[in-house]
């Protein structure tokens, strides 16, 4: 059980699901968890809670009936920043590109682990607080065995120093600034490189296969910096 304080606020949950096990299961999973739970079991009915109260992040089905979650994700990016993690079901043909184009700040597929979707609510959630303030001037990241010190762009890994060239700590520090996020390849490119970027898309997966062999245990079996087949990469402090 998660430590809490009686008169600490629990974080509210929109569930947009109609598939009845799953409302059974998360209702009961993520109370348990500390969550306050509110179920939408439509697309429409998601925007009408979503307007009347205020929620700290939405779970959102994609096949959904009335409104496709697409369209939810759509509507509530209009007007709103919460953070919104997608559903998909296994086998579903889902453009993850365009997820995270509309506004979406994670996915997950079905089935997933209760222990998994609980650790990508409190990764988003974890997100939003560390990018609202102005960096430290002495900004450091410590994250899984990885410490960062901006300010004296150095790097340790398991409290030995690795040597990062510029660009390769430019994305490692992207991917750390991110956890659990998914960063498409358009993006890293853009943020790393800028205009900078020259020659083919190849010149990403060497600088992102240099940095798995100096802070994996495996590069072959990357634990921390995940490939997302066809969208970009994402760092995982610990892989359950
Ligand atoms: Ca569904």
């Known amino acids: 059980m998660a430590k809490k304080t009686p ?12 598939e009845e096990s799953f409302i059974d299961a998360l209702s009961i999973g993520l109370d348990r968890e500390g969550f306050d739970v509110t179920i939408a079991r439509d697309g429409m009915q998601a925007l009408t809670l979503f307007d009347k109260a205020t929620f700290d992040v939405v779970l959102l089905d994609l096949m959904l009936p009335k409104l496709s979650g697409l369209d939810v994700c759509r509507a509530i990016r209009a007007h709103s920043s919460v953070p919104i993690i997608i559903v998909s079901a296994k086998g579903e043909e889902v453009d993850m590109v365009l997820l995270l184009e509309i506004g979406a700040d994670d996915y997950v597929t079905k089935p997933y682990r209760l222990r ?13 607080e560390v ?38 700590f430019a994305l490692l520090r992207l991917l750390l600034e991110n956890p659990g996020r998914v960063l498409t390849r358009e993006v890293l490119i853009d943020r790393v490189w800028g205009s900078d970027y020259v020659g083919d898309t190849k010149t990403l997966d060497v600088h992102i296969k240099r940095l798995r062999t100096l802070i994996e245990k495996d590069a072959k079996k990357p634990a921390h910096i995940t490939t997302v087949r066809g969208v970009g990469y994402r760092f995982e402090t610990a892989k359950s």
């Open 116 to 128: 998994e979707l609980v650790a990508r609510i409190r990764a988003v959630l974890r997100r939003r």
């Open 131 to 168: 990018h609202e303030p102005v960096p430290d001037a002495d900004e450091e990241i410590t994250l899984g065995p990885i410490r960062m010190d901006i300010d004296a762009r150095r790097c340790f890994v398991d409290g030995e120093e690795i040597k990062l060239r510029k660009k390769e």
């Open 7 to 18: 008169t600490e606020k629990r974080t509210s949950v929109l569930v947009v699901e109609d």
